[in-house]
T-cell receptor
Framework: GQSLEQPSEVTAVEGAIVQINCTYQTSGFYGLSWYQQHDGGAPTFLSYNGLDGLEETGRFSSFLSRSDSYGYLLLQELQMKDSASYFCAVGTGANNLFFGTGTRLTVIP | DTAVSQTPKYLVTQMGNDKSIKCEQNLGHDTMYWYKQDSKKFLKIMFSYNNKELIINETVPNRFSPKSPDKAHLNLHINSLELGDSAVYFC??????????????FGPGTRLLVL
C-alpha cells in the first residue's frame, strides 16, 4: 500500500522555527510537494522537491532525501498567519498526487 | 480573475438525491482533478482528467461520475447520495502532468452535507 506519515499537530511560538517531517512509502515517486491549507480554505502550493537537497522560498524551505524516503518543510520566523494545516504530497504517476494526512500547525504568541 | 472556480460553494441535500458540482479553470491547463476531503481533513484524489483520458480511482463508488464538456470544465455528478458522501469536494487543475509532480491549483471547495 501507499502511505505518507506526518505528525498530526505541532505548536510553535511566533518568531521561532518549526520543522514538519514527512516519510513516504509509495508505488511511484515523481517528487515531494508541500501544500498549505487554512481553515475553510483551499490547499495552496508551497514548495516542490524533485531531487535530493534543500529548496528555499522566502521563509519556507523544503528538503528531500530520496534514499531515506523522507522530506521536511521548514518554516522560519513564524507568524500568526502561518497557523494552518500543512500537507506533504507525492506524485506517483498516472496523474496522481497522493497526499499525507496533514499537520496542523498552531502558532502562539 | 478566479483561476479555478466551483459552484455551488455549499450544498445541503437529502439522502438519495442526485446532485452535480461544476468546476471551471481559466489557466489553460490540460489536467483537472476532483478531490474529496473528509472530516479528518484527509485529502484523497477521486479522478483526474487529462484532455483525452479520464483516470478513475477504483476506490470511488460508481455513483460518482465526472463529466468534461471541454478541457476547461470538469463537473462531478453524484447519484443516490449517502450520508458518507458528506465532505468538502475540491476541484484542481495543473499543466499536462502524467507524473503528478506539477503544481496543482485548487478551487475554493464545495461543502456537501447529506441529511
Amino acid at each position: 500500500g501507499q502511505s505518507l506519515e506526518q505528525p498530526s499537530e505541532v505548536t510553535a511560538v511566533e518568531g521561532a522555527i518549526v520543522q514538519i517531517n514527512c516519510t513516504y512509502q509509495t508505488s511511484g515517486f515523481y517528487g515531494l510537494s508541500w501544500y498549505q491549507q487554512h481553515d475553510g480554505g483551499a490547499p495552496t502550493f508551497l514548495s516542490y522537491n524533485g531531487l535530493d537537497g534543500l529548496e528555499e522560498t522566502g521563509r519556507f524551505s523544503s528538503f528531500l532525501s530520496r534514499s531515506d524516503s523522507y522530506g521536511y518543510l521548514l518554516l522560519q520566523e513564524l507568524q500568526m498567519k502561518d497557523s494552518a494545516s500543512y500537507f506533504c504530497a507525492v506524485g506517483t504517476g498516472a496523474n496522481n498526487l497522493f497526499f499525507g494526512t496533514g499537520t496542523r500547525l498552531t502558532v502562539i504568541p | 480573475d478566479t483561476a479555478v472556480s466551483q459552484t455551488p460553494k455549499y450544498l445541503v441535500t437529502q439522502m438519495g438525491n442526485d446532485k452535480s458540482i461544476k468546476c471551471e479553470q481559466n489557466l489553460g491547463h490540460d489536467t483537472m482533478y476532483w478531490y474529496k476531503q473528509d472530516s479528518k481533513k484527509f485529502l484523497k484524489i477521486m479522478f483526474s482528467y487529462n484532455n483525452k483520458e479520464l483516470i478513475i480511482n477504483e476506490t470511488v463508488p460508481n455513483r460518482f461520475s465526472p463529466k468534461s464538456p471541454d478541457k476547461a470544465h470538469l463537473n462531478l455528478h453524484i447519484n443516490s447520495l449517502e450520508l458518507g458522501d458528506s465532505a468538502v469536494y475540491f476541484c484542481a487543475s495543473s499543466q499536462d502532468n502524467w507524473a503528478g509532480d506539477e503544481t496543482q491549483y485548487f478551487g475554493p471547495g464545495t461543502r456537501l452535507l447529506v441529511l
